[in-house]
């Protein structure tokens, strides 16, 4: 029985056997109407006079919020996004042999204490950590990596003891390891006895050695410019998921900036459980890098007196914010894991800084 895909003629521009079209993929809207509009608002703080910033005070203000936002996390995720190009060359062996085996205290222990010690703002740590889930990190150490990390970066750390004093800086970044810690081996237990996903990236090392290993590839590899250009359009191209979130924070940030007043935050948000409450409210709805967090944690502490809302304005920006739970959610697939990001972390949170509320204010 003869077909058309058995003519020994030259191939024509149609045929039976030709495949379906490919068809092109959509254009991201929610990237490029967040990114057009921040860039819009970027503008205008710039080109913005005096007086028409007086005839509409409400655009000012958001335009400078917006500038001030986004001159404050750029250096963030630009390093975010050259980690994730980084990363993308390392072979998942690699990653998987310096973080240790995911279902262990030690893989945890070392996977909280490279987050704290990577000096990235928020942004740029979400935007590494969806990267090791990508290559094989287990879903534990990914979230211990995610939660002990965003504000513990070298400067911020600076920046916090001058503001609130060693003590306090100290034992908010001891506290926030042990709920990495906790977190990340209540995740891989969670995985364990199958209530959510294992990481599909996950590889097998089989006796793998990473220093002998990459010594032989360090010598066969040619970092010239070819290497380096492809290396951060990589980086650039696969943040793409995560930079649109960014820049919708950005704006809602923006727009509760402008609205709502600071001295709120300061008035309201004593050392009581309302004023834990309605710091964990106002951290969940306010989308803000953690330049922006760290002054606005250290008047938690020094002039509402309520050291545990400072410790939790900064964990709760982290556990409950939708930037990192729409991204957990686009990186593994899965819902469940999202939501059981806050699920986790939230009652350690409010249990800790409520005990430092009473202790310590």
């Keep these: 029985m003869s077909s058309c895909c058995e003519t020994p003629e030259p191939p024509k521009e149609t045929s039976c056997c030709d495949s379906e079209p490919v068809k092109k993929s959509r254009p991201d809207l929610l990237l490029w109407s967040t990114l057009s509009l921040v860039t819009l ?15 509409l005070p409400a655009l000012g203000q958001m335009s400078e919020a917006i500038r001030f936002l986004m001159n404050s996390m750029w250096i963030g995720l630009a390093l975010g996004m050259f980690f994730v190009g980084l990363l993308g060359r390392v072979p998942r062996e690699f990653v998987g042999s310096l973080l240790g085996k995911g279902d262990t205290f030690i893989g945890i222990l070392r996977a909280t204490v490279a ?13 590494v950590a969806m990267r090791l889930y990508q290559r094989g990190a287990s879903l534990g150490q990914v979230m211990a990596f995610l939660i002990a990390s965003p504000w513990n970066s070298l400067s911020l750390t600076v920046i916090l003891i001058a503001l609130i004093g060693w003590t306090w800086t100290l034992l908010f970044i001891f506290l926030s390891m042990v709920i990495g810690i906790i977190s990340g081996l209540t995740f891989d237990w969670l995985v364990r006895i199958e209530s959510l996903p294992a990481n599909p990236n996950t590889v097998e090392l089989n006796g793998f050695k990473p220093w002998p290993e990459a010594k032989k590839r360090l010598r066969t590899t040619h970092f010239d410019m070819r290497w ?3 290396m951060l359009w990589e980086g650039l191209r696969d943040s793409r998921m995560l930079v649109r979130w960014l820049l919708l924070g950005v ?3 923006a727009a509760i900036r402008t609205f709502v007043p600071i001295d709120s935050f300061q008035t309201y948000f004593g050392a009581t459980l309302a004023g834990l409450g309605m710091t964990l409210v106002i951290a969940t709805i306010l989308e803000i890098c953690s330049e922006g967090s760290t002054p606005i944690a250290a008047d938690l502490v020094t002039r509402a007196q309520a050291p545990g809302n400072g410790f939790a304005f900064l964990m709760t920006g982290v556990s409950t914010d939708y930037t990192e739970i729409m991204s957990l959610r686009e990186t593994t697939k899965s819902w469940k894991i999202a939501l059981f990001l806050p699920l986790v972390t939230v009652p350690q949170v409010v249990l800790l800084s409520w005990l430092m509320n009473v202790y310590g204010a």
């Design 41 to 55: 608002g970027y503008v205008l703080d710039l080109l913005l006079t005096a007086e028409l910033v007086s005839t």
């Design 115 to 127: 987050g704290v010690f990577l000096d990235l703002c928020s942004h740029g740590i979400l935007l």
């Design 228 to 230: 380096w250009t492809s």
């Design 251 to 253: 704006l809602l940030a």
